[in-house]
């Protein structure tokens, strides 16, 4: 069955495999998320196994290793200007080479049943003209190949390996356990027709504030182009089903120097699309990867996606679940350190059991970054407060501003509590702590735009484009000195949030 297959079964390479009954590159569709990846293929019998590399290579040679090995190595003290020698021995059937890739193991194993079937599905998805299933009684997998010809070649090899012969098989697609739909569904084979969008629409919105951005008016902007791949990464009204919504969000710093663009919604029309703007902007393999192995462990029914830009040309994009769960769930898809310890026992310390949002980064290089959104406890607004305060000490931030804490405590009345953090860690620190505050009354965003010195006008017309309604939320946060890369304001930092809307089934 296709069941998740014992390691040992794995543990075999493409050089032990052959002669294989056919191998070659293919591209598979994830069980959990449903993300395409590409893997090499190898038809054993009724077994079809897939590797993330063909072969190994350790620079063109052959290496044949004894039990032990014994050597010398130098070990110099800088600081005292010595040098001293030891002999080791290694037993080397506990060797791993790191940085080369193990050939011998498969990533996984499709076994075949008596009722297993092999089905053309080229009329499925026009994006993927070769495509083909290879269904079990437990699950149907999506692959497709590079050419028809190939796609042909295997469909008839894996038939032959069924014992059906060339005629092939009418079988019923059988039912599929995952919670998760593959494919959105159109009422037929004909894509579904996207209709011009509204005025009043929130894609339509975001699109005009956009043009409020001063450094978003250069045609030739390399922001503006990664703005125009994420907006066009977000999946059409059309795809959605009866039920669903897709969301939209913006958020402004004060000088409206720095923008974050969000939007989410359902998992079964998002993930693609947003695997294919990650793969666009040269997002590594290892974090899609990542993406794919936090959403098998949390599987949310809503996913999405963010990017950060600045007028310094900083660009940094990323995925986020917008879910309720348990920290320590989140805290899994966090590189572990000493930061997330911190966090750990702070929040236990405190009772903060949940958070209502988890993310990433998706930045080409190290250190990666995830932010995790929580509600503070406490019976009203300033024990929240106080305990936010508490928060700063606590991961070792500079304390916030007396003057921007008076105006918040100052309009206390106007707020029902409800305040939240937002916690970004990575492997090397804490990289930003934000408190978030919702509906902020008219009287205290005012009062901040003149303790920020804000371009008042600016943010009105900004305002206006997204339909003239006022932040969701404002976010004091501090940016660790050494994470904004020359591109990132570092430092305190006061942060406009806003709810665009939904775009619903039609």
């Known amino acids: 069955m296709a069941t998740q297959q014992p390691d040992q079964q794995l543990q075999v390479s493409v050089a032990q495999l052959a002669p294989a009954d056919r191998e070659g590159w293919l591209t598979k569709q994830g069980g959990a998320i449903k993300t395409w990846r590409r893997r090499w293929f190898v038809l054993k019998g009724k077994k079809l196994y897939y590797f993330k590399n063909k072969t190994v290579s350790l620079n063109q040679s052959s290496y044949s290793f004894h039990s032990s090995l014994h050597f ?93 012969g060339s005629s092939g098989s009418t079988s019923p697609t059988p039912k599929v356990t995952t919670t998760i739909d593959a494919t959105p569904k159109t009422n037929g084979t004909a894509p579904a027709i996207e209709k011009p969008i509204s005025a009043s629409s929130p894609r339509a919105k975001i699109s005009n504030a956009k043009t409020t951005i001063q450094f978003l008016r250069d045609d030739d902007s390399k922001v503006l182009e990664f703005w125009q791949i994420w907006s066009e990464s977000i999946p059409p009204q059309g795809d959605l089903q009866s039920g669903t919504s897709i969301e939209f969000h913006v958020a402004t710093s004060m000088d409206m120097q720095k923008l974050t663009w969000r939007t989410a919604g359902p998992q079964n029309i998002f993930i693609q699309k947003m695997v294919d703007f990650f793969w666009n902007v040269g997002a590594p393999e290892t974090e899609i990867d990542r993406l794919n192995d936090v959403g098998a462990l949390i599987n949310p029914v809503k996913i999405g996606s963010w990017i950060d830009m600045s007028d310094k040309g900083g660009m940094d994009g990323g995925w986020y679940f917008p879910v309720d769960i348990p920290l320590k769930l989140a805290i899994e898809a966090s590189d572990i350190g000493e930061p997330t310890r911190k966090l750990a026992e702070w929040a236990e310390a405190n009772e903060v059991l949940n958070c209502y949002s988890v993310g990433r980064d998706m930045g080409a290089a190290p250190p990666r970054q995830t932010e995790i959104r929580l509600k503070l406890p406490g019976s009203d607004f300033n024990a929240q407060l106080n305990l936010a305060v508490d928060a700063f000490k606590t991961f070792q931030f500079p304390a916030l501003p007396n003057d921007a804490l008076n105006i918040l405590r100052q309009g206390s009345n106007d707020t029902t509590g409800g305040l939240c953090l937002s916690v970004i860690t990575s492997s090397e620190g804490f990289v930003r702590l934000g408190l978030l505050v919702p509906k902020p009354s008219r009287d205290i965003v005012e009062k901040l735009m003149e303790y920020q010195m804000a371009p008042k006008d600016k943010i009105s017309k900004f305002e206006q484009q997204l339909g003239g309604v006022g932040p969701a939320y404002v976010e004091y946060q501090f940016l660790q000195k050494g994470f904004g890369y020359t591109v990132y304001k570092e430092g305190f930092d006061i942060v406009l949030h806003y709810f665009v809307g939904e775009d619903h089934a039609e």
């Open 72 to 164: 010398s190595i130098t070990i110099q003290n800088r600081s005292m200007n010595q040098t001293k020698y030891q002999t080791v021995t290694i037993n080397l059937s506990r060797l791993k080479l790191v940085g080369v890739a193990d050939d011998g193991e498969a990533t996984g194993l499709i076994e075949f049943e008596p009722e297993s079937f092999v089905k053309d599905e080229r009329d499925k998805d026009k994006k993927k003209k070769f495509m083909f299933s290879l269904g079990t009684s437990k699950r149907v997998y999506y692959i497709y190949a590079e050419s028809e010809t190939d796609m042909k070649q295997w469909i008839e090899s894996i038939r032959r390996n069924l014992g059906e």
